[in-house]
């Protein structure tokens, strides 16, 4: 079976991120600083203050923090299965390296998965532990929301990876973020309830993974209820998950096994 | 009679509508060097992609050590050392862990890796290096590295795709002496050239590839002794005053007009040069040399190898 070398797969990311951790971690922690002080600290005095037409009963940081999380997930997933699959596929070539000895495309695409569940792991609880720094959240609670938010971010690995698989050059790296990733992040009832969007485009958060991965998250967080039933928002992140995993097996197999 | 490592019958890859590989037929012993020379897009690479069973077959039969490349890759590539055309290293780790990963990847213990690697850095003269990033390292340094590298799961047969391209002289014969000590240990070594001197210092028996067809088989001097001549005289003239064949009927066996030469193939050089000066033509310079494999391709191909 192929869990051996998936494992094995892991481990070569674990031993290259050992020296090459530098940059992201310190993304890791600044990120969730930066956004909890402007976004929450900030832009939050001011919806706390005024009277919007949704009014809040806790502080916009609080509502605000689980959106971030959830979308922090999501931006660490996108970022390892563009640039490093990019670079596997086409620049180092390392998955043609690894399919020399006994690692099947299988193993590479199981093994991306459990690496980028590390990842955003490892994002999740620094973020969680910043929620708790900024009051955001209790500490009981914040163990809580690292699944939903973990289950979130792991829906994107398998389409963003199946599309950084078939690219042939970078522009398509960048133009993800800026199409999808970002608009995604806007939109997604991160920063506000989707229902304060016009009526057109909310159905384009209902098919997209982060809305629910937003709203599971927030629920969890504040002890609220979740839109729809939480058997729906779970079963689109797990569809995700698995339709992802095969598609991107699919789109691994067709580009390295020539 | 042993079993032969590879054997390969009317084996065909296709891409699309090209052939690359044209049905083709031969068989690798163990502990023997066995060589594809051939110029560039002969097809070489993708036989020996085919037989490292991570390209599939389009037609035809292939085994690797009795074992199918389609059902049974990952066994077949767990006794395989293969050697790239390109150096296919981490650039961003050292050599060490470059030796380290790999190693792993065959799931080998991490102490027996270790023991390996030190081993494997003498044989590779990188001992020194052994803490070092990759990036900086020569041309010849990150060959011997991925040499080095293909040899941690102490191999039974090893692939080595044009392993000495691209590097200067020197390193190109200190990376020779590896690959004799390798087949001096036993260790059967399948190469691609397109250096004919690389194929006849190297390789005990080889196939000729061109068009993705195999054009002749057989050991170095035997195909040397059977496609040509066992001495050449090349002729030089000077700009402008090319000579046809015409005027050179009967000085040899057999003539080839180059553009930059002429290739005169004689049992004989002595005899052809004294004939030579009786006819007085204006040659620039002669130089006699033996035979070599660069003149049996292009007696089978009417092309050089090396453009």
Not at chain 2, 201 to 208: E, G
Request: aromatic content about 8%.
């Amino acid at each position: 079976m192929a869990a051996p070398g998936s494992a094995l797969v892991v481990e070569r990311h674990a031993r290259v991120y050992r020296r090459t951790w530098r940059g992201s971690v310190i993304s890791t922690f600044l990120n969730p600083i930066l956004y909890l002080l402007a976004m929450g600290l900030g832009l939050g005095s001011l919806v706390d203050d005024g009277g919007g037409s949704i009014q809040l009963d806790i502080p916009y940081l609080n509502f605000l923090a689980p959106g971030l999380l959830a979308a922090a997930t999501m931006m660490t997933a996108a970022g390892e299965s563009l640039y490093p699959v990019m670079a596997g596929m086409k620049w180092s070539k390392s998955y043609h390296d690894a399919l020399a000895t006994p690692i099947s495309t299988r193993n590479l695409v199981a093994g991306h998965f459990g690496w980028v569940t590390v990842r955003i792991l490892f994002t999740s609880v620094v973020f969680t532990g910043m929620m708790v720094a900024f009051g955001a959240i209790e500490i009981g609670t914040a163990l809580l929301v690292i699944p939903p938010s973990v289950l979130g971010g792991l829906a994107f690995a398998g389409p963003v990876s199946a599309y950084a698989a078939q690219l042939e050059n970078e522009t398509g790296l960048a133009a993800l973020f800026r199409f999808v990733i970002t608009p995604l992040f806007l939109f997604s009832g991160t920063f506000y309830p989707i229902e304060v969007l016009p009526d057109w485009m909310e159905p384009i958060a209902f098919v997209t993974p982060l809305w629910h991965s937003v709203e599971t998250t927030r629920a969890v967080a504040l002890g609220i209820d979740t839109t729809w039933a939480p058997i729906f928002h779970y079963g689109v992140m797990v569809a995700f998950l698995l339709v992802g995993a095969v598609i991107a097996d699919r789109f691994f197999h067709k580009r390295l096994v020539v | 009679m042993t079993e032969a490592l590879v054997r390969a019958t009317n084996l065909t890859k296709r891409f699309g509508d090209f052939t690359a590989v044209d049905s083709v037929d031969f068989t690798v012993q163990p502990g023997e060097v066995f060589g594809f020379l051939g110029p560039n897009g002969a097809g070489k690479s993708s036989t020996m992609k085919m037989i490292g069973a991570v390209s599939p077959v389009t037609e035809g039969e292939l085994s690797v050590f009795g074992l199918d490349p389609a059902t049974d890759g990952s066994a077949i590539r767990h006794r395989l050392g293969v050697v790239p055309q390109e150096n296919l290293l981490d650039t961003e780790l050292t050599v060490f862990e470059n030796l380290f990963i790999y190693g792993r990847y065959f799931d080998l213990p991490k102490t027996l890796i270790r023991e390996r690697i030190d081993e494997l850095l003498d044989f590779a003269q990188l001992a020194d290096r052994r803490e070092d990033l990759v990036d900086p390292l020569s041309g010849g340094m990150k060959r011997r590295l991925t040499i080095a590298r293909a040899l941690i799961n102490q191999p039974d047969l090893m692939l080595l795709d044009e392993p000495t391209t691209g590097l200067d002289p020197q390193a190109r014969h200190a990376l020779w002496d590896r690959l004799y000590r390798l087949k001096q240990q036993g260790v059967t070594l399948i190469i691609t050239t397109h250096y004919m001197d690389e194929a006849e210092q190297l390789c005990d028996r080889l196939v000729i590839m061109d068009e993705g067809k195999i054009a002749a088989e057989g050991s170095p001097r035997a195909l040397i002794d059977g496609y040509t001549t066992r001495e050449v005289v090349e002729l030089r003239f000077p700009v402008g005053h090319e000579v046809g064949e015409s005027e050179l009927d009967g000085l040899a066996k057999r003539v080839e007009v180059l553009p930059d030469r002429t290739l005169l193939y004689t049992d004989s050089a002595e005899q052809t040069l004294a004939d030579l000066t009786e006819r007085a033509l204006d040659v620039e310079s002669t130089i006699v040399r033996r035979a070599t494999l660069e003149d049996v391709f292009l007696r089978l191909t009417g092309r050089s190898l090396v453009d």
